[in-house]
């Protein structure tokens, strides 16, 4: 038996909202006016789609068994519409907005780990240094399959968030899947400061420079941290890109610009033209050009992987470790009513070289293993790198 989607009871309604939806179409209430004028023409809205879904909205509203609002079934309807269109894109409620500006600043509440959905379960991209995750012993390449014993499976990164948020000290039990063994991690969240620069002076005059996220201030702070380093010694730069996730894009320019003197750094292009970016570097150059190497393994996403990018193709320094994740895309955050917002991926990046290396990663120079010893391999092969080296 076929089911009518509209009863006559309900047609007037339908018709209502989808007059509502396609004057918003035409009107852009959705985006400002200067956007949609630069936009290039589009088709007509397809008025048959657009017949199905509000057919489909009014039998919900009307005859699911757990009765929704209006409000919550265009909510669900939204965050549907983005789930659906790359892993890195997602709906962002009140809290989501303020932990995002939270984390550009450099604290957040939770456990201190980032994570990427794929296939049924939630990837561990890399752990924040100093973390409850970091300290229990989550590692980068782990799946998490539940969380607070519930199934991670079909849940959208939302859902996920909310299940993996709560106050500072309040506990959440993880369930983790390494190498087919299936582990239980109880971790209690805490206020993560993520200081995203540390540094120390390491033998043979080598300054060792770990980046464990690029908030706004990074470059500076990496500035900073490097003119002290310079009045104790140091005439070698090795900065550790490992595990790190990655952050704002005008930070990863930031610091590569920090051993860079000339050239490219990334471009971005988007859908269209007026949106695409250009980051250049200064000729100021705060290494002074001394020898360089950078470690990266496969928690080595986003920013990291445009600082490792343009230092390969400059030959300004050596990679050694492991290729990167391979995030090659740039997500921009759309601020809507209420305190809720978009984060939308609007632009893939490119290296100097023209080179994107979404989904595929950028592979070092010098390949070294950490997994098959507990020593850090990757760290000593970066320090021989440097001491043979000729400093200017």
């Known amino acids: 038996m076929r089911i009518k989607l509209i009863q006559p009871k309900g047609l007037i309604r339908c018709r209502q909202i989808m007059g509502r939806l396609i004057l918003a179409l035409a009107m852009g209430v959705l985006a400002p006016a200067s956007a949609i004028a630069a936009v290039a023409p589009h088709p007509p809205v397809p008025l048959a789609a657009l017949q199905s879904f509000v057919a489909v909205y009014e039998r919900i509203r009307q005859q699911h068994v757990d009765a929704k609002t209006d409000e919550e079934l265009l909510q669900f309807a939204l965050e549907g519409l983005i789930l659906k269109l790359d892993r890195f894109s997602s709906y962002l409620d009140a809290d989501d907005m303020a932990s995002l500006q939270q984390d550009t600043r450099g604290e957040y509440t939770g456990i201190g780990v980032e994570l990427v959905p794929e296939g049924n379960y939630i990837r561990v991209i890399t752990p924040i240094d100093d973390s409850p995750a970091h300290r229990a012993g989550i590692l980068p390449g782990d799946w998490i399959t539940h969380v607070q014993g519930k199934a991670v499976k079909g849940l959208d990164v939302h859902a996920i968030d909310q299940l993996?948020?709560?106050?500072?000290?309040?506990?959440?039990?993880?369930?983790?899947?390494?190498?087919?063994?299936?582990?239980?991690?109880?971790?209690?969240?805490?206020?993560?400061?993520?200081?995203?620069?540390?540094?120390?002076?390491?033998?043979?005059?080598?300054?060792?420079?770990?980046?464990?996220?690029?908030?706004?201030?990074?470059?500076?702070?990496?500035?900073?941290?490097?003119q002290r380093l310079k009045t104790v010694g140091a005439n070698r730069w090795l900065l550790d890109l490992r595990n790190n996730p990655g952050g704002t894009l005008s930070a990863a320019a930031a610091v590569a610009d920090a051993f860079l003197s000339t050239g490219n750094i990334v471009t971005t292009k988007a859908r269209q033209i007026k949106d695409n970016m250009r980051f250049d570097a200064h000729s100021k150059d705060p290494s002074q050009g001394w020898p360089l190497a950078i470690l990266i393994n496969n928690g080595s996403a986003s920013a990291s992987e445009i600082v490792a990018g343009a230092i390969k193709d400059h030959q300004r320094g050596q990679l050694v470790g492991k290729s990167t994740f391979g995030k090659g895309s740039v997500q921009s955050i759309i601020t809507l009513p209420q305190g809720t917002g978009v984060k939308l991926t609007t632009a893939y990046y490119y290296t100097p070289n023209g080179h994107n290396i979404h989904l595929t990663g950028i592979e070092p120079d010098v390949t070294v293993d950490n997994s098959e010893t507990d020593e850090d391999t990757q760290l000593a092969a970066a320090l021989d790198i440097l001491r043979l080296s000729k400093s200017k």
């Open 164 to 226: 993996m948020s709560g106050g500072p000290g309040t506990p959440v039990t993880l369930t983790i899947l390494r190498s087919g063994e299936e582990l239980k991690f109880n971790l209690n969240r805490e206020i993560i400061t993520t200081a995203s620069v540390r540094s120390e002076l390491m033998a043979s005059n080598v300054a060792y420079l770990r980046i464990s996220h690029f908030q706004d201030h990074t470059g500076q702070d990496l500035v900073d941290q490097m």
